[in-house]
């Protein structure tokens, strides 16, 4: 298998592993909606960022694999699908 084709074997999966991950925030979502125990809550916060995270690094990696790189801070990466929540806090960039 030559380079190019591992690469976009790569992109290709970090993709489907995209949409698990829109799933799980979807998911934990819901269970925080419906649930009133501040623990529960509190857990699927953390691995709803958790996801939100690993899709965003996902992004960062397809887009290294298609040729495009890390974007610049004048350059906005391309925001998650709908579904997923931005994390709000002031420690990462504004440009990530």
Known sequence: M???EIQEKLASDMARWQKVEAGTVEYVGQII???DNPI???VMDI???DSEMHHR???LI?????GTGLK?????????KATLRTV????????L
């Open 33 to 35: 909606e419906e649930t």
């Open 57 to 59: 690094t996902q992004q």
């Open 40 to 42: 529960i809550k509190l």
């Open 2 to 4: 030559s380079t190019k």
């Open 72 to 80: 610049s801070p004048s350059t906005p990466i391309k925001k998650p």
């Open 47 to 49: 691995i709803r960022r």
């Open 88 to 95: 709000q806090t002031s420690a990462w960039p504004a440009w």
């Open 62 to 66: 397809i887009d290294s694999m298609k």
